[in-house]
């Protein structure tokens, strides 16, 4: 069993910036893809960021293309995303998770941590 655990999510004016983290845990998890989603209230799950197991590829969302950022830690087990210029639409609970495909749909992974709030202010 992987477990997720994220952190860094906040309260930011429009135009600010902010730097998401996530764990694995358990069961090392090295060989395979990790990635952002985000969720609104009534809305379904939402692909943010993408990143393949080396860190060699990564896929984002058209609307967050050109100011967020993913990365992959040395150690292959840790993922973080650069958020910069926030806008109010960004505001959302961020998921971070893991599977064994670096896709666009919630269905390519396995594994889900709890979640962080992402509150921009206009």
């Known amino acids: 069993q992987v477990h997720l655990i994220e952190s860094g999510g906040g309260l930011v004016q429009a135009g600010g910036s902010l730097r998401l983290s996530c764990a694995a845990s358990?069961?090392?998890?090295?060989?395979?893809?990790m990635g952002w989603f985000r969720q609104v209230p009534g809305k379904e799950r939402q692909f943010v960021a993408t990143?393949?197991?080396?860190?060699?590829?990564?896929f984002y969302a058209d609307s967050v293309k050109g100011r967020f950022t993913i990365s992959r830690g040395n150690a292959k087990d840790t993922v973080a995303l650069r958020m910069n210029s926030l806008k109010s639409e960004d505001t959302a609970v961020y998921y971070c998770?893991?599977?064994?495909?670096?896709?666009?749909?919630?269905?390519?992974?396995?594994?889900w941590g709890q979640g962080t709030q992402v509150t921009v202010s206009s």
């Open positions: 998770a893991a599977g064994q495909i670096a896709g666009r749909a919630p269905q390519s992974y396995n594994y």
């Open positions: 358990g069961r090392t998890f090295s060989s395979g893809a």
């Open positions: 990143i393949t197991w080396n860190g060699g590829t990564t």
